[in-house]
């Protein structure tokens, strides 16, 4: 049996027994944290081609022949050489970014070759993937304050000791126009112009320079100069990704394969991306407090995902979890501190993870939030306005109509009525959403045969809450 394997035996145990105990909890974090550093080289070719496809989107041309390829390096005494592209965009990093960086930590473990590509050549143009409008490009200075603390942040999930670093403008700076010329003339303008976010800038009237056209084929000479095995890129960056395969053929090298990972979904539920525009993120330099917290908050259909993401859990793992809190063995909470538990130790340790999850505890379980210090909805000022417009304004909760209901739907959406006698928490359906603030108040009160006078009365949506008063 693999390491592997003994590890799986080892954690299929402790996830048969009862997740809401502490000491089992910390038994089972200790050993799924362990396999971060496990040796991965006694896999077969086609283990380790498995393993790595269990966490993509696509492998490109297939499975198979990335097994392949690792069993033929194999025998000529090689890793494969795999590349990820990283432009340094932004000085913070969140949990969306580190999804490649652990399966790079996995090929890695495995005995093959990385290299991080440092994009500071095409930093200065701007990746304009997945945007409406062109990126703006970065200064030197830009590109060396962001890239000053990204290593930091990404080391918990990452061997930046096993990995070579490189820079494009090693070969991108000196590249002549003769040259670049002689290149374009191969590629055809259709093909650079399929991607979805180009044609929907056009169709808007949308600016799209020609830099931007361009950026595909720098990034695909990054994988002629390295001559690639494997790259890595998001969901986003598939075509990008298959410019490279083409160079490669162009100048007679063997076309790279691809890999592309998941577009992580955003901790708030309503379906967008992680990004931090979006206040939907869980920041690597937040405290184990508050990355545990962010967890917590987010709808039950996210753990699946979020662990396949983030965990070294296998796919059985995974199916045998969720189908316990289908089932109602396992209350979804405790596998959702079970996850968040999971992605603090790797930030943190296993003992933040533990003293995180046990002040998480001692807060929500409370039988009142007398003591919690919660914004107030004024009933007499926003008792008119929907509901989701309060959790726009007072909560500052995704600014939609849409995105309330899709919280309602995941059974989010409460109000919780205090009296002396305890806590009472009504799910307000998806139609209660869009609909005033004192009139949902009111019916339910009514309809709970309370008033205002007998406690208290929350609004909470997620894990964020707000005091409602004057009804």
């Not at 991607?195 to 600016?207: T, V």
Request: with cysteine; proline share 4%.
């Amino acid at each position: 049996m693999t390491r592997l394997g003994e590890s799986v035996a080892r954690a299929s145990e402790l996830l048969s027994q009862d997740l809401s105990s502490g000491k089992t909890v910390e038994r089972l974090l200790e050993e799924t944290g362990s396999r971060r550093y496990i040796d991965l080289t006694d896999l077969s070719p086609t283990e380790q081609a498995e393993l790595i496809a269990s966490r993509t989107v696509e492998i490109l041309p297939g499975v198979a022949d990335l097994a392949k390829r690792i069993e033929e390096r194999r025998g000529a005494g090689q890793g494969l050489a795999i590349k990820l592209g990283i432009d340094p965009t932004a000085a913070d990093v969140h949990l969306g970014h580190v999804v490649p960086m652990i399966i790079l930590n996995r090929f890695q473990r495995m005995g093959h070759d990385v290299t991080l590509l440092i994009g500071d050549f095409t930093a200065k143009i701007g990746d304009p993937s997945g945007r409406t409008a062109e990126r703006p490009p970065l200064t030197d200075d830009d590109i060396a304050r962001n890239l000053a603390g990204y290593q930091d942040q990404v080391r918990p999930f990452f061997d930046f000791e096993k990995v070579n670093f490189r820079q494009n403008s090693e070969w991108l700076a000196p590249y002549t126009f003769p040259e670049l010329l002689g290149l374009l003339a191969q590629v055809p303008v259709s093909q650079l112009l399929q991607r979805e976010d180009f044609r929907n800038r056009l169709a808007a009237g949308s600016g799209l320079t020609m830099s931007e056209l361009l950026y595909p084929i720098a990034q695909a000479l990054d994988s002629v100069a390295l001559e690639c095995d494997v790259e890595l890129g998001g969901a986003d960056q598939l075509l990008n990704l298959q410019m490279g395969r083409k160079l490669m053929e162009l100048r007679g090298q063997r076309p790279q394969l691809v890999v592309t990972m998941p577009l992580i979904e955003g901790t708030d539920g309503t379906g967008a991306k992680m990004s931090k525009s979006k206040g939907n993120y869980v920041a690597l330099s937040a405290t184990a407090e508050d990355v545990f917290g962010k967890i917590m908050s987010i709808p039950d259909r996210l753990m699946k995902p979020y662990l396949e993401a983030w965990t070294e859990w296998t796919d059985a793992e995974i199916t045998t979890a969720i189908a316990r809190v289908e089932e109602r063995s396992l209350h979804p909470m405790d596998l959702k501190k079970v996850l968040a538990g999971e992605v603090v130790a790797a930030l943190y340790g296993l003992e933040k993870a533990m003293a995180a999850r046990a002040g998480f505890v001692a807060q929500f379980s409370k039988k009142s939030f007398t003591d919690v210090e919660t914004p107030v909805v004024d009933a007499g000022e926003h008792g008119t306005e929907s509901i989701a417009t309060v959790l726009s304004k007072v909560l500052e909760f995704q600014p939609s109509a849409s995105a309330a209901r899709r919280v309602a739907k995941q059974n989010g959406l409460r109000l919780v009525i205090e009296t002396e006698g305890g806590q009472q928490s009504v799910v307000l359906p998806e139609a209660q959403a869009v609909r005033p603030l004192a009139e949902v108040v009111a019916e339910t009160l009514a309809s709970a045969g309370l008033t205002a006078a007998s406690g208290g009365v929350y609004l909470k949506a997620g894990r964020k809450i707000a005091q409602v008063r004057g009804v």
